[in-house]
């Protein structure tokens, strides 16, 4: 798979890819506060004067666990009085290095609120985007999917089961909510 990306893809995003796929993160729930201190100041470094070092990000983003990383972003907004990673991201980076730094973060803050609007988004407008909600629902179905409906119920006054059945049909429909779980089964 690792050389599929190589010969698909390039540049930064490359690397993104290829490091993400190396599986050298650590996955523990472990957080190192001055190893978190040097990260946030090594983001900053790597982005002052001309081009940014983009060596740091993608090893930061790809070897430190979730837990660290949350608090790597909280303490670069501290030490940059206010000014968010993203915000950082945003003002380095382009085209889909971008995104995929931008989307990285939204998963390390916080899952479920990435989900919901993702499954938002593959409803909206005219068509749905049936790839995507038939990944999510069935990957994240024994892992926190009733997070994520209880999320997208608040966030967009609506029933995920409801959203699901004004965009689908048939046994298609029937079988999203069916793996949606009791709380979906609104027929």
């Given at each position: 798979m690792e050389a599929e990306v190589s010969d698909d893809l390039s540049g930064d995003l490359k690397h993104f890819m290829v490091s993400l796929m190396s599986a050298g993160r650590d996955e523990s729930k472990d957080i190192d506060f001055e190893l978190v201190k040097t990260d946030a100041q090594d983001l900053y470094e790597a982005s002052i004067g001309p081009g940014t070092t983009e060596s740091v990000f993608n090893s930061i983003f790809n070897l430190?666990?979730?837990?660290?990383l949350r608090e790597v972003f909280d303490s670069y907004q501290d030490m940059c009085d206010g000014k968010t990673v993203e915000e950082l991201i945003e003002s380095e980076f382009s085209g889909k290095i971008k995104n995929a730094y931008l989307t990285?973060?939204?998963i390390i803050r916080n899952i479920v609120v990435f989900y919901a609007e993702r499954l938002h988004d593959a409803m909206q407008g005219g068509g749905t985007d049936d790839g995507t909600l038939?990944?999510?629902?069935?990957?994240r179905s024994e892992v926190d999917l009733q997070d994520i409906a209880e999320y997208y119920a608040i966030k967009y006054?609506?029933?995920l089961s409801d959203a699901i059945a004004d965009d689908t049909s048939g046994d298609y429909r029937k079988i999203l909510i069916r793996i949606l779980g009791p709380s979906g089964e609104t027929e």
């Open positions: 430190r666990n979730p837990y660290h990285t973060v939204k038939m990944q999510i629902i069935v990957t006054e609506k029933p």
